[in-house]
């Protein structure tokens, strides 16, 4: 079940202000350059946003650079798990309230688990097998410990943020409408947006069609 993913990393070097520093990007064409967040692989992968759905075909034609970090694995099969974990005690009478107590114990049986993960890969990882990973340096970490103890995002958020940065990324689009908020009110290039305003934000930022 070992996945082996293309791991990238921006060498950073130097010092510089942890979250308006943008790095240089060399392309031979400007296209944007989108950054995704956990949650829009969970709508893609559960057809539960066709917003989502529309966004990463778009950018799968038009050749669009597309990155997340290596962490979204982890993240997505562990939000799945979840859902699933829920479902199942649900489906076996559970009340809700019992079954929030219940989530620390977690037990998906070793068919669910490997299901899961074949539905991970399956409607994601290899459709879309252009999306690169990233994997924060050093500074990137300094980073987002930045981010998560001067705002109010959470640590997998700041983690998905510092990533975002490092990689170059110009929009950072997510189904966390908080999270979306916060960062267009810290001074940062990186724009964030909910997949409805997708193309509008491209706009915003000088790509049209």
């Known amino acids: 079940m070992f996945v082996k993913l293309?791991?990238?990393?921006?060498?950073?070097?130097?010092?510089?202000?942890?979250?308006?520093?943008?790095?240089?990007?060399?392309?031979?064409?400007?296209?944007?350059?989108?950054?995704?967040?956990?949650?829009?692989?969970?709508?893609?992968?559960?057809?539960?946003?066709?917003?989502?759905?529309?966004?990463?075909?778009?950018?799968?034609?038009r050749k669009w650079v597309c990155s997340t970090s290596a962490f979204s694995y982890m993240e997505v099969l562990d939000i799945i798990q979840e859902n699933k974990f829920i479902y199942e005690k649900l489906s076996d009478g559970f009340p809700l309230k019992m079954i929030?107590?219940?989530?620390?114990?977690?037990?998906?049986?070793?068919?669910n688990l490997e299901k899961i993960f074949n539905q991970v890969k399956n409607k994601f990882f290899i459709p879309y097998?252009?999306?690169?990973?990233?994997?924060?340096?050093?500074?990137?970490?300094?980073?987002?410990?930045?981010?998560?103890?001067?705002?109010?995002?959470?640590?997998?958020?700041?983690?998905?943020?510092?990533t975002a940065i490092e990689a170059g990324c110009d929009l950072l689009v997510t189904s966390d409408e908080f999270f979306s908020k916060t960062i267009n009110e810290l001074d940062t290039y990186v724009v964030s947006c909910l997949p409805e305003k997708f193309k509008d934000m491209l706009e915003e930022l000088g790509f049209k069609e």
């Open 6 to 61: 293309k791991l990238k990393q921006k060498n950073q070097g130097g010092e510089g202000d942890f979250l308006t520093e943008k790095p240089p990007r060399v392309l031979t064409e400007i296209v944007p350059h989108i950054y995704l967040d956990a949650n829009i692989i969970v709508d893609i992968i559960q057809g539960q946003r066709r917003a989502s759905i529309h966004m990463i075909e778009e950018i799968k034609n």
């Open 100 to 111: 929030m107590r219940m989530r620390a114990n977690r037990d998906l049986s070793d068919n």
């Open 129 to 162: 097998d252009f999306i690169e990973f990233y994997d924060l340096t050093e500074d990137g970490w300094g980073r987002a410990l930045g981010i998560c103890a001067t705002t109010n995002i959470f640590a997998p958020d700041s983690l998905h943020l510092a």
